[in-house]
């Protein structure tokens, strides 16, 4: 995945848990790279791993791990 920053337009991939709202575009507002084994525990991902916060046009926002999310070109 290309490298994603804060006010990147992003889509939720059509795979992700329907909690997730597959298909739909959203925005980068906040990033978390995922460093210790608590932060990994807590967003359930692996240590390596990278969580955005995305907020949808509606004005929801969800916290989303990088494997369910991919970049809209510009």
């Known amino acids: 995945m290309p490298n994603l920053k804060w006010g990147d337009g992003v889509r939720v991939k059509a795979g992700a848990p329907p909690t997730m709202r597959p298909g739909a575009f959203a925005e980068i507002c906040a990033i978390t790279e995922i460093e210790n084994g608590a932060q990994a525990k807590h967003y359930d991902v692996r240590v390596g791993s990278t969580v955005y916060l995305i907020e949808?046009?509606?004005?929801?926002?969800?916290?989303?791990?990088?494997?369910?999310i991919e970049a809209v070109p510009a």
Do not use: Q
């Not at 949808?56 to 369910?68: N, V, Y």
């Open 56 to 68: 949808f046009g509606d004005g929801t926002s969800l916290e989303i791990p990088d494997a369910w």
